[in-house]
Nanobody, 124 residues
Framework: QVQLVESGGGLVQAGGSLRLSCAASGRTFSNYAMGWFRQAPGREREFVAAISGSGGSTSYGDAVKGRFTISRDNAKNTVYLQMNNLKPEDTAVYSC?????????????????WGQGTQVTVSS
């Protein structure tokens, strides 16, 4: 069973930065793409970013392009989300997820394991 554990969330002022981490169990981490999604109260889950198994390919949601950066360290079984120039509308629970293959696909149905999520709150 794969376990994903997020950390790094918190309260930050608008314009600030946070770095989220997601640690994965298992020995084949590099075989799978990883992604970040977020969900705000009363809203549907939204794709944030994804990265291929090797780390050579990434994809971002339109709302975060140019502000967020996804990366991974396969030696540490960890994926990161660097969030800069945060806005109040970025407030949500952020969850990481493991894809079903190495390839980046943005649809949530492509991801089969999910973490519990970490709260990010951006004050104005």
């Amino acid at each position: 069973q794969v376990q994903l554990v997020e950390s790094g969330g918190g309260l930050v002022q608008a314009g600030g930065s946070l770095r989220l981490s997601c640690a994965a169990s298992g020995r084949t981490f590099s075989n799978y793409a990883m992604g970040w999604f977020r969900q705000a109260p009363g809203r549907e889950r939204e794709f944030v970013a994804a990265i291929s198994g090797s780390g050579g390919s990434t994809s971002y949601g339109d709302a975060v392009k140019g502000r967020f950066t996804i990366s991974r360290d396969n030696a540490k079984n960890t994926v990161y989300l660097q969030m800069n120039n945060l806005k109040p509308e970025d407030t949500a629970v952020y969850s990481c997820a493991r894809g079903k293959s190495r390839v980046v696909i943005t649809a949530s149905s492509f991801f089969d394991y999910w973490g519990q999520g970490t709260q990010v709150t951006v004050s104005s």
